[in-house]
């Protein structure tokens, strides 16, 4: 039997337990073998000597991610117990993790994976950044925290936030209401993340005065954007010729980052994304750099990983019997081309 007990300090010890011990009951259930008591900030394992081991590490890494982030959420907890090692993908708190803006409540907002820190570095020493990933990555509501950055700090006068008016594999048909409340269902996610950094009566303000501007991708032919931080969402729905016309947009005094995930393409079967061809054909120019995520990124529940990688593992062997049937037609074709060429010289 081994008997450990850990005194915890410098944290909300509701927070690291959660509402009614919601997260120390997690600890429990992955580590059924040992008891585990609180009392206190004193948290006592006893058990055989490997579990009570284990289960200390995970407790202290539990610690450890609370303290350097300032949270620590139920699912961050049910990942770093399934196995995974949350605290090596999530980033620790330091000058390589300042904080990039406050929130509406003044919670700061910060890069929460390595890949969502290189972009920011990206967006700080490139003009241009394409962000690609999957769904739940923070792609979207990083570049706006960065957008709001740059307003606050008066590097740009205004935010414009677009993406593509394309429905996500359903008709909607027809929309009530004037042009604004036509949009505004496609573009929901920009607000989403704005509504998380301003009052509301402060983004109101800059949206009825046009410091921040929220608007269709199609509205942005003829334009040209200077002093602004732009933001292109959903730019896997892009055509060729519309990232194009976006891209030339802007101004000599313009940032701007296009997010978008290639696995998720809703353009008509016809129509080919032109975000993969805009990152070959762009990629090499100095001032634009491309960042990709993956599932470790994902910021969401927890199963949103595991979803991405069950649909990516498919994709990836429907690719595989794709070039196993390509190879199998090839060398048909040849054995068909040495058997006509054997009558022949017969």
Do not use: W
Request: charged share 30%.
């Amino acid at each position: 039997m081994s008997e450990i007990i850990l005194t915890i300090e410098d944290v909300d010890l509701v927070e690291l337990y959660g509402q009614g011990n919601v997260k120390l009951n997690l600890l429990r259930q992955a580590f059924p073998d040992i008891t585990i008591t609180s009392r206190g900030n004193n948290v006592k394992l006893a058990g055989e000597k490997k579990y009570t081991q284990k289960a200390k590490t995970k407790l202290e890494a539990m610690v450890r991610m609370l303290r350097d982030n300032k949270e620590l959420t139920t699912n961050t907890v049910t990942d770093l117990l399934n196995g995974g090692n949350p605290y090596e993908v999530r980033l620790s708190s330091g000058p390589s993790n300042a904080t990039i803006v406050h929130g509406r409540n003044g919670k700061p907002i910060k890069a929460k994976t390595r890949n969502q820190r290189k972009l920011v570095e990206a967006a700080d020493k490139n003009d241009v950044v394409f962000a690609v990933g999957p769904a739940g990555t923070g792609k979207t509501y990083t570049a706006v925290a960065l957008a709001v950055r740059a307003l606050k700090n008066k590097i740009v006068k205004r935010i414009v936030l677009t993406r593509p008016a394309v429905e996500a594999g359903e008709s909607l048909g027809f929309l009530p209401g004037d042009l604004k409340d036509k949009i505004d269902p496609y573009l929901r996610p920009l607000y989403d993340g704005l509504e998380d950094m301003f009052p509301a009566e402060k983004l109101k303000f800059f949206m009825e005065n046009r410091v921040i501007e929220i608007a269709p991708l199609a509205f942005m032919r003829g334009r040209t954007l200077d002093n602004a931080f732009i933001i292109l969402d959903e730019a896997q729905n892009t055509t060729t010729t519309q990232i194009k016309m976006f891209l030339t947009r802007l101004g000599p005094t313009a940032k701007c980052i296009i997010t978008g995930d290639l696995s998720q393409i809703d353009l008509p079967y016809s129509q080919k994304s032109g975000l993969r061809k805009a990152i070959d054909t762009l990629g090499h120019l100095e001032g634009i750099s491309a960042v990709y995520l993956t599932a470790d990124d994902v910021v969401r529940h927890r199963l949103v990983k595991e979803i991405i990688k069950a649909y990516q593992k498919e994709a990836d062997l429907a690719h595989e019997e794709k070039l196993r049937k390509k190879d199998e037609r090839k060398q048909l074709q040849e054995d068909r081309a040495i058997r006509r060429k054997d009558r022949e010289e017969l």
